[in-house]
């Protein structure tokens, strides 16, 4: 996965589409941007992309229908598909993530955490649906399984961020799942292991909270739920091979330049 991976934005209000095209285009991402999902319909035959972000109440075509429209279809079914949402739209996020939709970003909407979650869901994607040899049918199924699971997995982790102790035992419980069903799910989907995919998501979420710059190293990682700073630094230097506080004054002056 590298910044070239092309793009491709859905939203009814031309002012956001501006602003994300212009967000992604300067961060390196190769991004197309359509008024509505019809129009994205059209030009998907042409060219294929790595991953969609979509709007999810648009005129004509929704977002439901527009995921519903693109799992239908073996050509397009393994594309990973991110909805925006206000805040009062949770009540059909059950039917966005049964129709296929892998992550939900709420308005409104800050790039940055938009962008960080566009990294994070393709290099979980890349590992959690490996190119297969079964039939069209069957591949369609296992992906959207896998889709769904790994997304409800990972709104648990965000759900309970806070929770230091946060761990395989409750994960599971939250799931309906036994332990030993979740850990090889887990493994088998994502490549790690179960701690280190509540880690991967903590410190996915800890570049969101570096944004502020009220917020010091210490208050990050405990809003991530990491019960020390020197462990969270540690972690976040394994993970993103930078210090926490280099990596925070990259975004910082990122975000300035913007």
């Not at 209000?13 to 095209?21: A, H, T």
């Not at 009062?88 to 129709?99: D, G, M, T, W």
């Amino acid at each position: 996965m590298h910044n070239s991976d092309k793009l491709f934005v859905v939203d009814d209000d031309k002012v956001i589409l501006g602003y994300l095209k212009g967000f992604f285009t300067k961060a390196g991402w190769d991004t197309e941007v359509f008024y509505s999902a019809s129009a994205m319909l059209e030009r998907i035959d042409e060219e294929k992309p790595k991953l969609i972000i979509t709007d999810l109440d648009m005129p004509e075509m929704d977002g439901i229908d527009l995921i519903n429209h693109l799992k239908q279809s073996t050509d397009f079914d393994n594309i990973p598909v991110l909805v925006m949402t206000a805040l009062h739209e949770n009540h059909v996020r059950f039917q966005s993530f049964k129709a296929g939709a892998i992550y939900f970003v709420n308005k409104p909407i800050n790039p940055y955490e938009l962008e960080t979650v566009v990294r994070s869901v393709l290099s979980q994607y890349s590992k959690a649906v490996p190119e297969s040899t079964v039939e069209p049918e069957e591949r369609n199924a296992k992906k959207n399984a896998v889709e769904t699971w790994v997304a409800e997995a990972t709104d648990v982790v965000m759900e309970n961020l806070c929770n230091e102790d946060f761990s395989l035992d409750e994960l599971a419980r939250a799931l309906n799942y036994s332990r030993s069903a979740v850990q090889k799910r887990i493994k088998q989907f994502t490549g790690l292991s179960v701690s280190k995919f509540i880690r991967s998501v903590r410190l996915e979420q800890s570049l969101v909270h570096m944004l502020d710059s009220e917020n010091s190293i210490s208050k990050i990682a405990a809003l991530v739920g990491f019960k020390s700073h020197s462990y969270y630094t540690r972690c976040f230097k394994d993970y993103y091979g930078i210090d926490p506080v280099k990596k925070r004054k990259e975004l910082q002056r990122s975000a300035i330049s913007a």
